[in-house]
């Protein structure tokens, strides 16, 4: 009797010890992988991205904390490619093999024909494709004057924000305009006037967030555009990032 009473302590001892041991080792294992992961991420992934993401395509989204997502408010960091206000992108062989056609959908389920613009017909497509057109030009040619005045002077007061102060050539590619139709409004001021919503998609290759510095690079960035001649000229009214839809 005495040796059993003595053995219940025993045991509960060991299995402490036990439960000490694991709770040790999973806790070094934790920490190995924080650590591992914090010098890939951090230091030697920034060196070696371009080697990288050549072999395994989107490894810059997923430590980017993904691609196409809305960030604010979300702790992680973005690595950008180093700023050169000279670098001509034109002549660099690797952009220039990507797909950097613009196609456009004339009805927003994108399940219609899709066709893509060049300069004999993107004139025939729906009011404001061409504009579009214009200013994802601007953007690659890190034409920061020309991007300004895309926008009316409406969209500067309501917005309240400053013209953009200037980013380098763009490397855009895989870009797609998509119609969400038009709007008519009335104002009591100026009368009926139309507005034409569309959604602007495209990614950045080696972006180095001058222009955008929400996203990674090679990110999907999605815009709602929203076009209007409420001064009998076609200027952007309004932006935002990501989808949010008037209608």
Do not use: W
Request: proline share 2%; net charge negative.
């Amino acid at each position: 009797m005495n040796q059993q009473q003595n053995d219940i302590p025993r045991s509960a001892k060991e299995q402490t010890k036990k439960l000490k041991k694991i709770i040790i080792i999973t806790f070094c294992v934790m920490l190995a992988f924080a650590v591992l992961y914090f010098a890939f991420s951090v230091i030697l992934y920034p060196a070696i991205a371009d080697t990288l993401e050549g072999y395994f395509p989107g490894l810059a989204d997923f430590l980017n904390g993904g691609a196409g997502n809305e960030y604010q408010g979300n702790n992680f960091t973005i690595y950008f490619y180093p700023i050169d206000y000279e670098y001509d992108i034109m002549k660099d062989k690797e952009y220039l093999e990507l797909d950097r056609k613009i196609y456009y959908y004339a009805d927003q389920s994108q399940l219609g024909s899709m066709i893509e613009l060049d300069d004999s017909n993107r004139d025939k497509q729906a009011i404001g494709v061409t504009l579009i057109c214009d200013f994802v030009d601007s953007i690659i040619m890190g034409d920061a004057d020309r991007y300004n005045a895309f926008f009316s002077d409406y969209y500067f007061e309501h917005k309240e924000v400053e013209p953009d102060p200037g980013f380098t050539m763009t490397q855009l590619y895989e870009i797609k305009i998509t119609n969400f139709g038009e709007k008519k409004v009335t104002d009591k001021k100026l009368g009926t006037y139309t507005e034409y919503h569309y959604v602007l998609q495209y990614k950045i290759r080696q972006n180095n967030g001058t222009f955008r510095s929400d996203i990674g690079s090679d990110g999907s960035a999605t815009t709602y555009i929203i076009i209007t001649d409420r001064n009998g000229k076609l200027m952007i009214e309004d932006l935002f990032y990501g989808y949010r839809f008037a209608h």
